[in-house]
């Protein structure tokens, strides 16, 4: 019974509070749809079902470790490359390690803090609305970026609103400090983020790779080793 009472425990995650009038409207449009059709208040169900893990906002075990960066969501790795950062955030115009994660509809969109600091600056753009995945999407779509004072310098986070996401929210202000792993944000419904490691960080994961939000380390600092090398397999 025990066994059973922990299992049911670690499958239902909580819900972000941010979701529960989604689900709510879903499941009310599910009844009035059900008065028309039978067939479309099981319909209504499943997206209210869907609506529910979407916006799922589960624990994680995060590392504790100023010398690592870790992703600040669920999702693939989409891009590892030196860009110039956004102009908005301030970090120069020499190109900067830039590791983006793509979240697709059935990732959690709680976005975490990639590093323990304080947050200087929070500047938000409005802007397209093209698929996440693409490169232009750093430049063209709406964003909020956040730049975190590390102990290894300034590190910028990018959300970056999707195809079908037409929201970003961010939960912290000016000058708060951040631990790594903090909840800052959540991008609806599908998204990216982009994030600028400062000087001397080593990328940790490769393209196409699944991490998740709050542990997957995706760069170090202070170590001799070079960036990391995966096979597909």
């Given at each position: 019974?025990?066994?059973?009472?922990d299992t049911i425990r670690n499958t239902l995650v909580p819900i972000h509070k941010e979701g529960y009038i989604f689900v709510?409207?879903?499941?009310?449009?599910?009844?009035?749809?059900?008065?028309?059709?039978?067939?479309?208040?099981?319909?209504?169900?499943?997206?209210?079902?869907?609506?529910?893990?979407?916006?799922?906002?589960?624990?994680?075990?995060?590392?504790?470790?100023?010398?690592?960066?870790?992703?600040?969501?669920?999702?693939?790795?989409?891009?590892?490359?030196?860009?110039?950062?956004?102009?908005?955030?301030?970090?120069?115009?020499?190109p900067m390690l830039r590791i983006s994660v793509f979240m697709n509809v059935f990732d959690c969109h709680v976005n975490r803090?990639?590093?323990?600091?304080?947050?200087?600056?929070?500047?938000?753009?409005?802007?397209?609305?093209?698929?996440?995945?693409?490169?232009?999407?750093?430049?063209?779509?709406?964003?909020?970026?956040?730049?975190?004072?590390?102990?290894?310098?300034?590190?910028?986070?990018?959300?970056?609103?999707?195809?079908?996401?037409?929201?970003?929210?961010?939960?912290?202000?000016?000058?708060?400090?951040?631990?790594?792993?903090?909840?800052?944000?959540?991008?609806?419904?599908?998204?990216?983020?982009?994030?600028?490691?400062?000087?001397?960080?080593?990328?940790?994961?490769?393209?196409?790779?699944?991490?998740?939000?709050?542990?997957?380390?995706?760069?170090?600092?202070?170590?001799?080793?070079?960036?990391?090398?995966?096979?597909?397999?």
């Amino acid at each position: 019974m025990v066994n059973l009472l922990d299992t049911i425990r670690n499958t239902l995650v909580p819900i972000h509070k941010e979701g529960y009038i989604f689900v709510i409207a879903f499941f009310v449009a599910s009844l009035v749809l059900g008065l028309i059709a039978a067939p479309l208040f099981w319909i209504g169900l499943v997206l209210t079902l869907w609506c529910a893990y979407f916006f799922r906002d589960p624990e994680r075990v995060v590392p504790q470790d100023d010398d690592i960066i870790i992703s600040p969501a669920d999702g693939r790795v989409s891009s590892v490359q030196m860009v110039v950062p956004p102009a908005e955030l301030d970090l120069g115009m020499e190109p900067m390690l830039r590791i983006s994660v793509f979240m697709n509809v059935f990732d959690c969109h709680v976005n975490r803090a990639p590093a323990r600091g304080r947050v200087s600056q929070i500047v938000y753009r409005p802007g397209q609305f093209i698929n996440a995945e693409l490169d232009k999407a750093s430049v063209d779509n709406e964003r909020n970026g956040m730049v975190i004072e590390t102990k290894h310098g300034k590190l910028g986070v990018v959300q970056i609103a999707g195809l079908v996401a037409r929201r970003i929210l961010c939960f912290v202000h000016q000058n708060e400090p951040l631990d790594a792993g903090e909840r800052f944000g959540l991008i609806r419904f599908g998204s990216r983020l982009d994030i600028y490691v400062p000087e001397g960080g080593q990328p940790r994961v490769s393209l196409g790779q699944r991490t998740i939000g709050g542990e997957t380390v995706i760069a170090e600092f202070n170590t001799v080793k070079g960036p990391t090398i995966s096979r597909r397999s």
